[in-house]
């Protein structure tokens, strides 16, 4: 009788099972048919290990092998034995070794795959349609494993440090954090909705209420955001809260977190504490509240050299309040075609224009506004804005709102040093961006917004200032220009929290309405309070190299928010929102 349990994985294989019978059982990965012998590459999760069919071994077997295609699942026993010296595969682990077969049950066929598993530019949608096949590829695998790995160090770090992992519903209400919720109708509770949380946002605060003193937990999280490059309508947060704290208390615990990680995980020494910067000079320097600052380059303010232009375009910036930001780019002399790549780089963004001064060999300036530019330009620049200007270097300048030019320039600044090559790719940058604005204005609606969420503390002495001005006590992790997570220290006083709702526009009355739970959890005995979350997805998109979050998560939506396996979403039949009392509308996107 044929033992059907497996001795061990297929890449477990090593001297301790020489010369003994043993089960495998996996995927067939390669067949070679090799006239009177067949080698078989039996694949799982662990490995891969070369087994052989020889009618000396077992005649059954060796016929039934005939049959064995590509993916098939198969169970072989048989003996262990030692390849000869030459034969030795020194690509895989087991490669000493090769099993000779005289018990071969094949559990499953296998029709030819969409896509051969090895194959490396298959289109992500036909990845997605076939997850299961796709997830088979070793590489996926490792992936998930590291995940697994990385998830198990989160909960035993958290658990050793006394944080309890508590777990709050996916059916709630809106959290107010910004992003469109994804609404459930409610089958009981006619023409009413569920949100599926943004985040744990609220829940978390009671239950630092509850006194439950510092929480966590790996949660889910819902928005319904067009997806821009790399999110997801639903994903991974590392999700925390802690009573009795202020900001240091949180950026310690984090910053030993992510050390432990990398220490653990992938045998890293990152040495604490991380550098800190602030919001203003993150985003005047770098033009980013995110910024990289693995190299320097650093935006520039030139207007100063600006006030007195000709040039009609810079001058109306200047005088309705705009300014002229610019990078002073060394190390690499542009050609002229280089240059209108750049413009055309700006423009792509969103710029208006880019303009370029170029200083060739006797430091002339040489720019579509030449004209316009004083012939001493490089003496007063180098004298002012940028001492270690030579022959040779470009200024990119962008005019513009300070806001929109420098952000553009943010992003300019990434594509130059990409270009020139300057970026430490294998460097670990992290860095905690503090002292956020408590508020940003939104042109378009002409209201304010919470730039972290309505719950976050406003820093001292706010009462006094104008809105515009007012900081947050709100924190930033940033890896190399990667927003890792961000937390705040909360308001824990029922009449701050009902003016700060105020202040982005919510009456008092939606304040009950929406939040009458919070603001009378507030009178009930509330501790001050503070806490955090990290994206775990790009966590270990960033952990595991890989260069999108689709490829952490096991059964991602594609960027248009879709499931091709499960084809989700999908309509429902009248019937079934009848139960729910909901009717079609004509459709508005064809
Ligand atoms: N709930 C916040 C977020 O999802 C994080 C926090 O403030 O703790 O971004």
């Known amino acids: 009788m044929i033992n059907m349990k497996r001795t061990t994985y297929c890449g477990f294989v090593t001297e301790k099972y020489l010369n003994q019978e043993i089960s495998l059982t996996g995927w067939v990965n390669k067949r070679r048919d090799h006239g009177g012998l067949i080698f078989v590459d039996l694949r799982d999760r662990e490995g891969i290990m070369q087994i052989v069919f020889n009618p000396d071994f077992n005649q059954q077997a060796h016929v039934l092998a005939h049959e064995?295609?590509?993916?098939?699942?198969?169970?072989?026993?048989?003996?262990?034995?030692?390849?000869?010296?030459?034969?030795?595969n020194k690509?895989?682990?087991?490669?000493?070794?090769?099993?000779?077969?005289?018990?071969?049950?094949?559990l499953n066929k296998s029709k030819a795959l969409p896509f051969a598993l090895d194959e490396d530019n298959i289109d992500e949608e036909t990845r997605l349609?076939?997850?299961?096949?796709?997830?088979?590829?070793?590489?996926?695998?490792?992936?998930m494993q590291l995940r697994n790995e990385i998830i198990f160090a989160t909960r035993e770090f958290f658990f050793n440090n006394?944080?309890?992992?508590?777990?709050t519903p996916i059916l709630t209400k809106n959290t107010m954090e910004g992003a469109r919720e994804f609404i459930v109708p409610s089958r009981i509770h006619e023409h009413s909705f569920y949100s599926l949380p943004q985040s744990p946002q609220m829940y978390k605060q009671l239950l630092m209420a509850a006194g439950f003193d510092k929480y966590v937990q790996v949660a889910r999280c819902f928005r319904d955001e067009d997806l821009r490059a790399d999110r997801q309508p639903e994903f991974t947060q590392l999700d925390l809260e802690m009573s009795f704290i202020n900001e240091e208390d949180i950026i310690d615990v984090v910053s030993r977190y992510i050390q432990y990680i990398l220490k653990k995980v992938q045998s890293i020494d990152v040495q604490?504490?991380?550098k800190r910067i602030t919001y203003d000079y993150a985003f005047s320097n770098f033009g980013s509240d995110k910024p990289d600052i693995r190299f320097d380059l650093k935006i520039q303010d030139f207007s100063s050299l600006f006030v007195n232009t000709e040039l009609k375009f810079l001058k109306s910036v200047i005088a309705s309040g705009g300014k002229v930001g610019g990078l002073h780019v060394s190390g690499k002399a542009y050609s002229r075609s280089e240059l209108l790549a750049w413009v055309d780089t700006a423009v792509k963004f969103g710029a208006k224009g880019l303009l370029w001064v170029r200083f060739n060999e006797d430091c002339k300036h040489e720019s579509p506004v030449s004209k316009f530019l004083p012939d001493n330009f490089f003496d007063q620049l180098k004298s002012t804005i940028c001492p270690t200007l030579k022959a040779g270097d470009t200024i990119f300048l962008i005019a513009g709102e300070y806001e929109e030019a420098w952000t553009l320039l943010g992003r300019l600044r990434l594509e130059v040093a990409e270009d020139l090559k300057i970026i430490p790719h294998d460097e670990l940058n992290f860095s905690w961006?503090?002292?956020?604005?408590?508020?940003?204005?939104?042109?378009?609606?002409?209201?304010?917004?919470?730039?972290?969420?309505?719950?976050?503390?406003?820093?001292?002495?706010?009462?006094?200032?104008?809105?515009?001005?007012?900081?947050?006590?709100?924190?930033d992790i940033v890896l190399n220009g990667i927003e890792l997570g961000g937390g705040s220290i909360r308001i824990h006083d029922s009449a701050i929290q009902k003016k700060i709702f105020n202040m982005i526009g919510m009456t008092n009355e939606a304040a009950q309405a929406y939040f009458d739970f919070l603001l009378e959890s507030q009178e009930l005995g509330y501790p001050p309070l503070g806490g955090l979350a990290i994206g775990l997805d790009r966590f270990v998109m960033l952990l595991t190299g890989s260069k999108s979050i689709r490829e952490v998560i096991a059964f991602p939506k594609t960027q248009r928010a879709s499931d091709p396996m499960m084809k989700a979403p999908s309509e429902v039949d009248e019937?079934?929102?009848e139960l729910y009392r909901l009717k079609y509308l004509p459709k508005k996107i064809k």
């Not at 961006?433 to 002409?446: A, G, I, Q, S, T």
């Open 68 to 88: 064995l295609r590509s993916e098939f699942v198969i169970l072989v026993s048989g003996k262990v034995v030692q390849r000869d010296a030459n034969l030795i």
């Open 91 to 106: 690509n895989i682990a087991t490669g000493k070794f090769e099993l000779q077969v005289t018990n071969l049950v094949i």
């Open 129 to 143: 349609k076939y997850r299961y096949l796709d997830l088979r590829r070793p590489d996926m695998f490792n992936k």
């Open 162 to 167: 006394g944080f309890i992992d508590v777990e």
């Open 272 to 274: 604490l504490p991380f």
């Open 433 to 475: 961006v503090v002292d956020f604005p408590m508020f940003e204005y939104n042109k378009d609606d002409k209201r304010w917004y919470s730039k972290h969420h309505p719950f976050t503390s406003p820093q001292a002495g706010w009462e006094n200032l104008e809105q515009k001005d007012i900081k947050a006590r709100a924190y």
């Open 575 to 577: 019937q079934k929102l």
